[in-house]
């Protein structure tokens, strides 16, 4: 079994700083894209920034200049820094990554459970 477990959320004033982190834990061989996803109250799912086994980053046009997203490929962890935050990035942060459990598998995709981040004064 493989779980993502996010931390690092919590409330913050506009324009204040917050780290999120992701760790995949269980039976893994390795990771490989993984990425933050988010959602506000009343709004679907959305991508707000994916960064693949090699490095390669991809970001939401709403939170590119203000989000860095990064890795940890042994520890099988992924980071997101938001800085500049606004009231509008308020919203459940999910985890999501592609597992390899075994050899001679497919790779499997997965979620955290969610981790909660306010934007507010």
């Known amino acids: 079994q493989v779980q993502l477990v996010e931390s690092g959320g919590g409330l913050v004033q506009p324009g204040g700083s917050l780290r999120l982190s992701c760790a995949a834990s269980g039976s893994i061989i390795a990771t490989y894209a993984m990425g933050w996803y988010r959602q506000a109250p009343g709004k679907q799912r959305e991508l707000v920034a994916t960064?693949?086994?090699?490095?390669?980053?991809n970001y939401a046009d709403s939170v590119k200049g203000r989000f860095t997203i990064s890795r940890d490929n042994p520890k099988n962890t992924v980071y997101l820094q938001m800085n500049s935050l606004k009231p509008e990035d308020t919203a459940v942060y999910y985890c999501?990554?592609?597992?390899?459990?075994?050899?001679?598998?497919?790779?499997?995709?997965?979620w955290g459970q969610g981790t909660q981040v306010t934007v507010a004064s």
């Open positions: 960064i693949t086994r090699g490095g390669s980053t």
């Open positions: 999501n990554a592609d597992v390899l459990r075994a050899l001679g598998t497919t790779r499997a995709n997965y």
